[in-house]
C-alpha cells in the first residue's frame, strides 16, 4: 500500500525553522518526482516544492525561495522540508505527495504555525 507520513510541523514564532518529514512505505522515493503542498486557513492548495527523480533538481514557489530547501534521504524512504525564515504566511498544513497520486490518497498533512 502506497502511504505517506508527515510530521515535524509545530508552532514556531518569525525567524524560526522547522524540518519537516515525508516517511514513504510503498514505493521508492527515488522512482517518482515528490512535492510539497500546502494549505493556509480558509484558503486553497498552493504547491511549494517539488524535488526530481534523481534528487538532484528542486523547484520552489518564489515565495519560499532561499528559505525552504527539500531534500531526500534514500536510505530512508524519506523526504524533507527543511523551512528557515519562517514567515506567519507560512502558516498552513503541509503535505508531501508522490506525483499523480490522488488527492483522497494523500497523508493528513502537518500543521506549521508561524506566531509572536
Known amino acids: 500500500e502506497v502511504q505517506v507520513v508527515e510530521s515535524g510541523g509545530g508552532l514556531v514564532q518569525p525567524g524560526g525553522s522547522l524540518r519537516l518529514s515525508c516517511a514513504a512505505s510503498g514505493f521508492t522515493l527515488s522512482s517518482t518526482f515528490m512535492s510539497w503542498v500546502r494549505q493556509a486557513p480558509g484558503k486553497g492548495l498552493e504547491w511549494v516544492s517539488t524535488i526530481n527523480l534523481g534528487g538532484d533538481s528542486t523547484t520552489y514557489v518564489d515565495s519560499v525561495k532561499g528559505r525552504f530547501t527539500t531534500a531526500r534521504d534514500n536510505d530512508k524512504n524519506t523526504l524533507y522540508l527543511q523551512m528557515d525564515d519562517l514567515k506567519p504566511e507560512d502558516t498552513a498544513v503541509y503535505y508531501c505527495?508522490?506525483?499523480?497520486?490522488?488527492?483522497?490518497?494523500w497523508g493528513q498533512g502537518t500543521r506549521v504555525t508561524v506566531s509572536s
Open positions: 505527495i508522490k506525483a499523480g497520486a490522488p488527492q483522497a490518497s
